[in-house]
């Protein structure tokens, strides 16, 4: 399993004008030579953390998430036989501290906390046993979500895949134990989720693996696993914060996006 892995937490940000990864750890970057899914060789240069803008802590080429996947979040609906899968664009993900824009031909725009895995390496037809070996780690998403839309899109195009919809961050975390993290979302400091993920019906090794069958994952790319409990409008200039235990507080402010 993961947990048996190095708890280490590694971030993307910018410095100097400059993009760089690296492994945070109280408060210091040690920067890396390159991307840690390729390589953790380590410069041996470091960096305050108060010192960077923290970037989205990857560049996916696929944006993959599950939807209804908590009971809590079903609300009368039917328990799903199936993992529900969709899929966003890497266009949608931004970073900690960015700002989520609302379109402005819609005002209902629901926040959604989720535990986010990254695969580390190419994933095609793996088993949900060999699911593990395959994750580089964990991090922490908004699957920001227009609920109109998402009645009226095919495929939720804009519903889900609209620019700054997929808030992730703020680190890449490796070595947890990802079947039970508990999930915090607030509104302007206000709790509206709180529950682990224990509580997924579809867990990650399973999702992984069901995903696989269809689709290559490559290295970098992530899932949404599900948002538990329930939403509600975020406006703009409301902050919301997802927080999961060992990964970090994802804070973003709301704004409003003009018609240019
Ligand atoms: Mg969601």
């Not at 802590?57 to 969709?86: M, T």
């Not at 664009?89 to 986010?116: A, K």
């Amino acid at each position: 399993m993961a947990q048996e892995r190095v708890c280490q937490r590694f971030v993307r940000y910018a410095a100097r004008g400059q993009e760089a990864h690296g492994i945070l750890d109280d408060g210091i970057i040690r920067t890396l030579e390159k991307d840690p899914l390729s390589s953790a060789r380590e410069t041996g240069e470091s960096t305050p953390i108060g010192d960077v803008r923290l970037l989205a802590p990857c560049k996916p080429s696929k944006v993959i998430a599950i939807g209804l996947n908590y009971h809590s979040h079903l609300r009368g609906r039917p328990v799903p036989e199936q993992i529900g899968v969709f899929s966003m664009f890497p266009t949608s993900i931004i970073g900690p501290g960015d700002q989520i824009v609302i379109p402005p031909d819609t005002d209902n725009v629901h926040y959604e906390g989720e535990l986010v895995v990254v695969i580390g390496k190419k994933t095609k037809n793996v088993s949900p046993a060999d699911a593990p070996d395959h994750i580089f780690g964990v991090t922490a998403g908004n699957d920001v979500s227009e609920r109109a839309w998402q009645r009226d899109d095919l495929q939720w195009f804009r519903a889900k895949g609209s620019d700054t919809f997929a808030p992730l961050g703020p680190a890449i975390v490796t070595g947890l134990d990802y079947d039970d993290l508990m999930i915090e979302t607030r509104l302007n400091g206000e709790v509206r989720q709180h529950e682990s993920t224990a509580d997924l019906i579809f867990c990650v090794d399973e999702i992984v693996s069901y995903v696989s069958r269809y689709v290559t994952l490559l290295p970098g790319d992530v899932i949404f696993t599900g948002t538990p409990g329930t939403t509600s409008e975020m406006r703009a200039g409301d902050t919301v914060e997802v927080e999961i235990d060992g990964i970090g507080v994802l804070r973003n402010e709301v704004v409003g996006g003009s018609m240019a």
